[in-house]
């Protein structure tokens, strides 16, 4: 009697373990899709803030018409931060970067003051930059407005089509969880489906023969979140010693939005599916549960 008690017993731990690690393996799988859609956000805007726009100013422009176009661009609800690139600072970049100076064979500096702003995220698009660019047109002052076009539009497509390709993937990802999940529940409810029918016998409610299971799942919810989280860190720490730079786009809140999601999903997943289990034989008849 006691043999068999422990042979139940072991049962019983050997179901727990397989259903906390595989709800684990699923979790790490569904927390690498929010952590990439938080991730590849963070990218875009990262993206976006240095997005430079150069403009050429006119080679007669003084120095206090410099400073008030400076102060006026600043008061843009589009600049970011700018910098102002004087003709003698241009010269020194350029020397420095190409090792000769270009005024030995010219005899005269062949660059132009410019001014270079930083955008303002949420402006770095197609067509708010088509009316920034009209818009600085208009300064007399300003020759030149220069910005990589092709390169903005070419980030913002492939970032939609990542987006796109992600939202698929957490979608897929959420039925296929379920479905694993809800089967490895449904198995561990399953050994014990006499034992909910006898319960049902004796008048215990429906709320109360559920509740030692859900109570249960929820336990296994949570260590299999906890155990989701853990390596989903050590795959960051590892990047992170791979490439130090990494932490420009990984935040501390990509990470925390991520450990909390997977362990909020860790707890509704396995609550559903053991709730949905153990009503499925609650409404059983005894000659159904001998038949399944």
């Not at 259903?19 to 990218?43: H, K, P, Q, W, Y």
């Not at 910005?147 to 957490?170: G, K, T, W």
């Not at 023969?209 to 960051?236: E, M, N």
Request: proline share 2%; net charge positive; aromatic share 10%.
């Amino acid at each position: 009697m006691v043999k068999r008690k422990k042979k139940k017993k072991n049962h019983s731990g050997l179901q727990a373990a397989t259903l906390c690690i595989s709800t684990a393996m699923v979790l790490v799988l569904l927390g690498m899709v929010v952590f990439s859609v938080l991730t590849a956000r963070n990218l875009s805007q990262y993206v976006k803030e240095n997005f430079v726009i150069t403009l050429t100013l006119d080679d007669d422009m003084t120095k206090p018409e410099t400073q008030l176009l400076t102060k006026s661009l600043k008061k843009k609800a589009y600049v970011s931060h700018l910098d102002f690139i004087s003709k003698e600072q241009a010269l020194k970049e350029h020397t420095k970067a190409m090792g000769s100076d270009p005024t030995e064979f010219i005899g005269d500096n062949p660059f132009m003051a410019s001014v270079e702003f930083y955008l303002v995220g949420d402006y770095a698009n197609s067509d708010s930059l088509r009316w920034i660019q009209k818009e600085l047109k208009k300064y007399p002052k300003i020759t030149e407005v220069t910005y990589q076009r092709d390169l903005m539009d070419s980030v913002n497509a492939n970032l939609r089509r990542i987006n796109i390709i992600l939202l698929i993937l957490a979608c897929l990802l959420t039925c296929v969880s379920f479905s694993l999940i809800n089967n490895t529940v449904r198995l561990g409810i399953y050994a014990r489906r006499f034992n909910i029918h006898t319960m049902k016998l004796v008048g215990a409610s429906w709320g109360f023969i559920r509740r030692p299971f859900i109570k249960q799942s929820l336990w296994i919810g949570i260590l299999a979140a906890v155990l989701a989280d853990l390596v989903l860190a050590g795959a960051v720490f590892a990047l992170y010693r791979f490439q130090p730079n990494l932490l420009t786009v990984v935040t501390w809140e990509v990470m925390t939005i991520t450990a909390v999601s997977v362990v909020l999903f860790g707890l509704f997943i396995t609550w559903i599916c053991t709730y949905i289990s153990v009503n499925k034989f609650l409404k059983m008849t005894a000659g159904q549960l001998y038949k399944i």
